[in-house]
Nanobody, 123 residues
Framework: VQLQASGGGLVQAGDSLTLDCTVS????????VAWARQAPGKGREIVAS????????WYPDSVKGRFTISRDNAENTVYLHVNILKLEDTAVYYC?????????????????WGHGTQVTVSS
């Protein structure tokens, strides 16, 4: 399965943004999917995940309330909506898929990774 993240760009602090993760070579409905990010000089962290069934999601405390992950299985796409962007949200954002169905919290729990999309938040 291949994943492609898109929708990044240069945005202002306080704005909202939606990132798309398009899946090909497989049905997104059979995978759990996560969004992760890697800021300059930092490790990669999972910022949102959704179970294959769509009925379970997970967010770290650092983004809870501002980030929302959702999926449209008919479109084979998973979305990340970010509200009230902050300077510290600047990072490369990746999407990843797991063959095992839960909303996992760690990047090593995901089997497939796509290329990232850059999000830069300016003041």
């Amino acid at each position: 399965v291949q994943l492609q993240a898109s929708g990044g760009g240069l945005v202002q602090a306080g704005d909202s943004l939606t990132l798309d993760c398009t899946v090909s070579g497989g049905s997104v409905g059979t995978y759990s999917v996560a969004w992760a990010r890697q800021a300059p000089g930092k490790g990669r962290e999972i910022v949102a995940s959704i179970a294959w069934s769509g009925d379970s999601t997970w967010y770290p405390d650092s983004v809870k309330g501002r980030f929302t992950i959702s999926r449209d299985n008919a479109e084979n796409t998973v979305y990340l909506h970010v509200n009230i962007l902050k300077l510290e949200d600047t990072a490369v954002y990746y999407c990843a898929a797991s063959r095992y169905g839960g909303a996992w919290e760690n990047d090593f729990q995901y089997d497939y990774w796509g290329h990232g999309t850059q999000v830069t938040v300016s003041s």
